[in-house]
T-cell receptor, first 114, second 112 residues
Framework: DAGVIQSPRHEVTEMGQEVTLRCKPISGHDYLFWYRQTMMRGLELLIYFNNNVPIDDSGMPEDRFSAKMPNASFSTLKIQPSEPRDSAVYFC????????????FGDGTRLSIL | GENVEQHPSTLSVQEGDSAVIKCTYSDSASNYFPWYKQELGKRPQLIIDIRSNVGEKKDQRIAVTLNKTAKHFSLHITETQPEDSAVYFCAASMETGNQFYFGTGTSLTVIP
């Protein structure tokens, strides 16, 4: 199994630009999670999906952030417009549905907003 | 909601010594407790987990203990090696939702 695949691995862009982060979960996993990691705030859950449906987006910082999961094998996290304080590592994770299961993380996207 | 606290935030041990990281949780409904290791610049990786129907679990040099009454669980690493140096995160989860509540992490340094 290839694991959770994220792209791009690194993104550097200027403030105000739109940023799109992509994630392919492990095949067969029904849950998909988006996290943001910074030194100051640690690992923050932004949003998670079950069977492509958003379940809890209370962690999304503001309206500039949006996430979609159009099918079972693809999800995007979009920031528009981006700001320097959005600079962080963004992780995607997926897990099986049956009861409490481990979450498997992708390699992350390191985002720098100048 | 669930609140997970993790201590200490940093830990330095001599190679060969043991390391212990402790976490507490607030919601008695939590019943699954994974531990993740994150090396610098890498993704968090699951190293061991425990469910509420078990009090202890071991995997080679790593063990986790759970005290449901006191609502705390601990990670024990014996015979530490330099490659154990990383940030370790605990988490708690409930049966519904599969959402993990992560601790703030412990930066472990093993001194050769």
């Amino acid at each position: 199994d290839a694991g959770v695949i994220q792209s791009p691995r690194h993104e550097v862009t200027e403030m105000g630009q739109e940023v799109t982060l992509r994630c392919k979960p492990i095949s067969g996993h029904d849950y998909l999670f988006w996290y943001r990691q910074t030194m100051m705030r640690g690992l923050e859950l932004l949003i998670y999906f079950n069977n492509n449906v958003p379940i809890d987006d209370s962690g999304m910082p503001e309206d500039r952030f949006s996430a979609k999961m159009p099918n079972a094998s693809f999800s995007t996290l979009k920031i528009q417009p981006s700001e320097p304080r959005d600079s962080a590592v963004y992780f995607c994770a997926s897990s099986l549905a049956a009861g409490n299961q481990p979450q498997h993380f992708g390699d992350g996207t390191r985002l720098s907003i100048l | 909601g669930e609140n997970v606290e993790q201590h200490p935030s940093t830990l330095s041990v001599q190679e060969g010594d043991s390391a212990v990281i402790k976490c507490t949780y607030s919601d008695s409904a939590s019943n699954y407790f994974p531990w993740y290791k994150q090396e610098l610049g890498k993704r968090p990786q699951l190293i061991i987990d425990i469910r509420s129907n078990v009090g202890e679990k071991k995997d080679q040099r790593i063990a986790v203990t759970l005290n449901k009454t006191a609502k705390h669980f601990s990670l024990h690493i014996t015979e530490t090696q330099p490659e154990d140096s990383a940030v370790y995160f605990c988490a708690a989860s409930m049966e519904t939702g599969n959402q993990f509540y992560f601790g703030t992490g412990t930066s472990l340094t093993v001194i050769p």
